[in-house]
């Protein structure tokens, strides 16, 4: 069963086109991750799937129910985590979460979304005075307030540190143990990766790659990549050149070789750099990754 169904979505602003096109399905009970730069369609597609936005063009189900006369349904079996989420100022993180509980037909318990959040020192505070993740983090206490069957998170670790960015992790892992279906989209690859059953590669309103990650990543790759900084004033044409070398990808001070044959590889750059007289700073080898997968689709790296 498809807790969401997506056909030919489209949805432009003026003559710029957001979403071009888009199809795809996310199974029930399935992590699903939407992964692209800032302006790639990722925000747009879920809002029009959410119902924030009416599409132009395509069809869109939720949960078996399309948007209209089944929004009220929809909207009580879902939870929306968006990137940034207006908060009241002169309200306590707890006066919040009871607000937002009045809204639905069912809710969880204030004091264990609390707990779960991870803001139960905060409990008291106003939105105010919380930092950037604190906010995000309730944010996401907001989403799941009522305790829904498929949630939405958008970008749910931006701003925040390492130790609370696993903490979210181990919610969604926790989320989809108990069933839930979970849309996240992110730029971070490594979030992608660990909590993904399968993904969608966005760019300019596109899905140009879809699946699993590790299939995605072994499907482009066979290689290993060995990285390092950019070095100035070096005919990198000649990295081509190199023993082993399949590919050679250079992006913001950054060159990557992608090599079948490593030991060779290696030492072959090693004796290229001595001769002429540069070091390898940033000097890192290590497998393909869904970030390799992105700058070899689309020309540069997810973060621009």
């Not at 992590?31 to 692209?36: A, C, I």
């Not at 143990?177 to 309103?205: F, I």
């Not at 060995?226 to 004033?233: N, Q, S, V, Y």
Request: aromatic share 6%; proline share 4%.
């Amino acid at each position: 069963m498809n807790a969401i169904e997506v056909r030919n979505l489209r949805k432009t602003y003026g003559t710029h086109t957001a979403v071009d096109e888009i199809s795809f399905t996310v199974a029930a009970g399935e992590v699903y991750g939407m992964l692209g730069p800032n302006g790639a369609g990722k925000t747009t597609t879920v809002e029009c799937i959410e119902g924030l936005r009416r599409p132009d063009a395509g069809e869109v189900r939720v949960l078996g129910m399309t948007h209209g006369r089944q929004t009220s349904e929809i909207k009580a079996r879902m939870g929306v985590g968006l990137q940034t989420t207006g908060l009241f100022p002169k309200l306590t993180v707890r006066e919040i979460i009871n607000l937002y509980a009045t809204f639905f037909p069912r809710s969880l318990p204030t004091a264990d979304l609390i707990e779960q959040v991870g803001l139960a020192e905060k409990a008291g505070a106003y939105s105010a005075q919380l930092s950037g993740g604190q906010k995000q983090r309730l944010a996401i206490a907001l989403a799941l307030v009522n305790d829904p069957d498929l949630i939405f998170l958008d970008e749910p670790t931006t701003a925040m540190d390492p130790a609370g960015r696993r903490s979210v992790w181990e919610m969604v892992l926790d989320l989809k143990a108990r069933g839930k279906t979970v849309v996240l989209t992110t730029h971070y690859m490594e979030e992608a990766a660990h909590l993904c059953d399968r993904v969608a590669v966005v760019d300019r309103g596109r899905i140009i790659a879809e699946g699993r990650p590790d299939d995605l990543v072994r499907q482009h790759f066979a290689e290993t990549a060995i990285e390092f900084a950019t070095p100035k004033g070096v005919a990198m044409d000649r990295l081509m050149e190199l023993a082993g070398v399949n590919r050679v990808m250079q992006e913001n001070g950054s060159t990557t070789l992608l090599s079948t044959e490593v030991p060779e590889t290696v030492a072959a750059l090693l004796a290229f750099a001595r001769a002429q007289g540069f070091r390898l700073d940033r000097f890192t080898v290590r497998n393909a990754t869904l970030e390799d997968l992105f700058l070899r689709l689309t020309g540069r790296r997810i973060r621009e």
